[in-house]
């Protein structure tokens, strides 16, 4: 049975490697692409194909999604269509909704005010090879198990850390006044 690719997955096939440095001999042998469909795909990616042209005479919105699309950073929106922070986020949101990407905004919109907290998290993950679904299911599991008593543990760590301490200066000023 042969799969069928939509065109989205094709171009995908192509973009990843040649973002990588790969050769269009390279990526066509991997990818099953034509060097036609390549050349294509790699002119549009780099801004340098006719719909570029079209897209210019498009509202700011079109603009973005069509940026967004071809791969670029909500920072190279907002400079290339020199707009806010807040419009391009909008416009970020816009774009991951009608690519059906729904659970990303939502998720995005819930942590965005938690965002460095929970990208050290995923980094963490990441580093203690976590990032597959029986790992983070168990992280979860636990997490949501414990959380409660290990923070409970810390704060009693924590006081008796303060208490020790001050016991240490009890004792070292009574050894000092004498």
């Known amino acids: 049975m042969q799969v069928v690719l939509n065109r989205r997955d094709k171009e995908q096939l192509v973009i990843k490697p040649y973002r990588e440095g790969k050769t269009i001999r390279e ?13 294509s795909i790699i002119r549009r990616i780099d801004g340098q194909d006719d719909k570029t042209k079209d897209v210019k005479n498009k509202s700011k919105d079109s603009q973005a999604l069509y940026l967004f699309s071809t791969g670029k950073k909500p920072v190279d929106v907002a400079i290339e269509l020199d707009v806010s ?8 949101e816009e774009f991951w909704a009608l690519n059906q990407q729904y659970e990303l905004a939502f998720v995005y919109g819930k942590l965005k005010n938690f965002l460095p907290s929970f990208l050290k998290l995923f980094q963490s993950l990441k580093e203690f090879g976590m990032l597959n679904e029986e790992s983070l299911s168990n992280f979860l599991k636990y997490a949501g198990q414990y959380f409660t008593e290990l923070t409970y543990g810390m704060q009693q760590l924590a006081n008796e850390v303060i208490d020790l301490e001050s ?3 009890a004792i070292y000023r009574c050894a000092s006044t004498t």
């Open 27 to 39: 990526i066509a042998h991997a990818a099953h692409v034509s060097f036609t469909d390549i050349g």
């Open 85 to 92: 922070a807040s419009e391009v986020h909008d416009m970020q």
């Open 167 to 169: 016991k240490k200066t």
